[in-house]
């Protein structure tokens, strides 16, 4: 923009969020930040990443959603990055595979299951509770050792999955967009990532 003559001045800053709520007593924002290893500026943005459509409050403005399409872009962007720049020697093609193993809902779901998010979801939807509860319920009676986790027979509803990216997008935001920043508090979540 510079070389066509335009001045523009890029600044990273989020947009103020006027969202009054006493975020502690929607979500144990304490356990949040100690899982993550991230504190939050802004709890609302961890109440927002938590809540589901079905659990709307006047005092929570907005569900997931939105955050979970920018976490999604993110999480797709540093593990994209994380792979490219860990396994110098390995082609395009099997660089793609292994992104593909790794970013994606299934993945994203098993994660937030192994970590427990699914009992901190705020939702109002029996069907929802019914189908996480059946999927822990499979989930735990996995052989991890031998799977590590990432084979699973089971179906995740995509809700799981739509959590972590949520999680992540609303590191994103509140670090000031950060993505390293989120990558280093979410990874941890997604371990062990695949390889080759």
């Known amino acids: 923009m510079k070389w ?15 969202f009054p709520m006493n975020a502690e007593k929607l979500v144990n924002i304490r356990y949040f930040e100690s899982l993550l290893h991230y504190k939050f500026h802004d709890p609302s943005l961890l109440v927002e990443a938590l809540t589901h459509g079905s659990y709307m409050l006047p005092e929570i403005p907005r569900c997931y959603q939105r955050l979970e399409f920018l976490g999604d872009a993110v999480l797709d962007y540093v593990v994209t990055t994380h792979l490219y720049f860990k396994y110098l020697g390995v082609t395009p093609g099997p660089i793609t595979d292994l ?20 009992k901190h979801i705020l939702h109002a939807s029996q069907d929802l509770q019914r189908q996480i509860f059946r999927t822990v319920e499979d989930f735990e009676k996995l052989d991890l050792v ?3 986790g990432w084979e699973a027979e089971t179906a995740f509803p995509k809700v799981l999955g739509d959590f972590i990216e949520s999680l992540s997008g609303a590191i994103f935001v509140d670090s000031g967009f950060d993505k390293d920043t989120t990558f280093q508090s979410i990874r941890p979540l997604l371990e062990p990532l695949v390889t080759p």
């Open 99 to 118: 992104r593909s193993a790794s970013a994606n809902n299934e993945c994203y779901a098993q994660s937030a299951v192994k970590a427990g998010l699914h």
């Open 4 to 18: 066509l003559g335009l001045d523009i001045d890029f600044v990273d800053a989020p947009m103020p969020r006027n």
């Open 146 to 148: 031998s799977t590590f």
